[in-house]
């Protein structure tokens, strides 16, 4: 049997979330680290991450708009969605991350890890991208 406290403060995120989807403005923070040296990053319910050092990358701002858009769309479902894509398909072939690469060519979509690495990435260059 599930907490009721437990259950009431789910609902209560629930809520939230989708009142906090629907805003149209989304909140941007340009931070100086990222873990696994991502360059960008959304956090459900707070906004979008990016690294200080990528500021004037508009191709990474807007991969990271889409997953925003993803998560408005889907609300907080999209989380366990996406991990279980991540754990099916494996971070590069995940159907969220390539409907956000949007702007990459057909193979940096399927290859993203690899073209990040070598800068043949439009989004961002990163040697050292998820290590």
């Known amino acids: 049997m599930i907490n009721k406290n437990l259950a009431y403060g789910l609902l209560g995120i629930f809520i939230y979330s989708l ?3 629907k805003k149209e403005k989304v909140n941007v923070y340009y931070v100086n ?4 040296n991502y360059n960008g ?3 459900p319910l707070v906004g979008v991450f990016i690294k200080e050092s990528e500021r004037e990358n508009k191709a990474l701002l807007d991969h990271e708009l889409i997953h925003w858009n993803q998560y408005q769309r889907e609300g907080l479902i999209m989380l366990p ?3 279980l894509n991540n754990l099916k398909n494996g971070y590069d072939k995940n159907s969220y991350e390539v409907e956000a ?5 057909e193979y940096c979509k399927y290859n993203y890890t690899e073209c990040i ?4 990435s439009n989004t961002a260059y990163n ?3 998820r290590m």
């Open 19 to 21: 009142y906090v989807r």
């Open 33 to 36: 680290r990222l873990p696994r």
């Open 41 to 43: 990053l959304i956090i």
């Open 81 to 83: 969605k996406y991990i």
């Open 101 to 105: 690469r949007f702007n990459e060519s």
């Open 117 to 120: 690495r070598s800068g043949a």
């Open 127 to 129: 040697p050292n991208f």
